[in-house]
């Protein structure tokens, strides 16, 4: 207890259980719509985190969202960083832009949580994760889906079907592949395979290691109208040591918006959907089922709370540079796929 008369006497280290634990002081740089509509409502409802700063080179976009968080405002990320005393920042800006604020987040030693992708190329994503390890400074992806129940549940539902031989993966919607900087190469690094595609990605790697195989076809003329070069549409074909094969579909020029993975095994099968998985027996029976309706703000929050835990020392940060280094290699390897017509082994990508 501390002593009412003695000044110099230390405090107890016990907390009071109203305390509030210490919240990051978090700057949110790219004010689009990803930043919009889940990571500023997620920082803004975490009991673990302060939105202390805004950044965006688009001053509509600035004074807009200024009018909503009234925090300051910056145009120049730079300027954020010198004046702001930062735990770390949500970076959500175009993929380009992307590995100049992390480079500049490692100068002033903040921490990153970065949207998706991690870079825009496998060269690019290792020299950001050895920039990273040199500041000392944690970086984490943005894959809402792991922090998502539905998502979750797959793996033990898929070790109830026996062993699994085919998956098949279908994420589609339909918008205008040529609109602002998606559609060009230079800028996004890729198409709908590097933009969207990035989440199956993650999913194929989270649910079953990285295939030994990838053939992948791509396509960029769905929408002949526009001027556009980056990849509307993508196929790939997997295949995995085990003996399973796969197919993914990606499009972004694909009504209606669809998003399913459903993967066969020798007792049944399971098919994830957003929002809802299903076990199914051999005979194509329901057997059990998992939905959650309004489950993605939730996600967004919980995301924000690993991350600062993370920063706090209580939790592995499971989505860190190295760790996105094998995401960069299979898209990779599904790029160069498709440029040259024949399979690439992807683990020899990553040596």
């Not at 004046?83 to 800006?93: G, K, P």
């Not at 299903?278 to 929050?301: F, N």
Request: proline share 5%; aromatic share 6%; glycine share 8%.
């Amino acid at each position: 207890m501390f002593s009412l008369t003695n000044h110099t006497a230390a405090p107890s280290t016990t907390l009071s259980r109203t305390a509030r634990p210490h919240r990051s002081r978090v700057g949110v740089i790219g004010l689009g719509h990803q930043a919009c509509t889940d990571h500023l409502p997620a920082v803004t409802a975490s009991d673990h985190a302060e939105l202390v700063a805004i950044c965006d080179t688009d001053p509509v976009a600035l004074a807009s969202v200024g009018r909503e968080y009234t925090v300051p405002s910056y145009r120049d990320a730079a300027a954020m960083f010198a004046e702001q005393n930062l735990d770390f920042v949500v970076v959500a800006v175009p993929h380009h832009a992307g590995a100049p604020i992390i480079r500049t987040a490692a100068e002033h030693g903040v921490h990153v949580l970065k949207e998706k992708p991690l870079a825009t190329s496998l060269p690019e994503a290792r020299a950001l994760a050895a920039c990273c390890a040199e500041a000392g400074i944690e970086v984490m992806v943005t894959m809402q889906r792991r922090f998502n129940p539905i998502y979750a549940a797959f793996d033990d539902l898929a070790e109830r079907i026996g062993r699994l031989y085919h998956l098949q993966a279908t994420y589609t919607l339909s918008v205008d592949p040529a609109e602002g900087w998606r559609g060009h190469t230079r800028l996004a690094g890729g198409g709908c395979l590097l933009d969207m595609g990035y989440h199956v990605v993650d999913m194929l790697l989270w649910y079953f290691g990285m295939p030994s195989q990838v053939l992948a076809h791509c396509s960029a003329t769905a929408r002949p109208e526009y001027d556009y070069d980056a990849e509307d549409t993508a196929t790939l074909t997997l295949g995995y040591n085990s003996g399973m094969v796969g197919t993914v579909l990606l499009s972004r020029c694909m009504a209606p918006k669809t998003e399913i993975l459903r993967v066969t095994g020798t007792d049944g099968a399971v098919q994830l959907e957003r929002g809802q998985i299903r076990r199914l027996d051999r005979t194509g029976t329901v057997v059990e089922s998992l939905t959650r309706e309004q489950s993605w703000p939730t996600a967004a929050v919980a995301q924000v709370n690993h991350f600062c835990r993370v920063l706090a020392g209580t939790r592995a940060n499971t989505a860190g540079p190295e760790s996105h280094l094998a995401h960069a290699a299979l898209i990779h390897a599904a790029y160069t796929s498709a440029a040259e017509g024949r399979f690439i082994d992807p683990r020899k990508v990553m040596e």
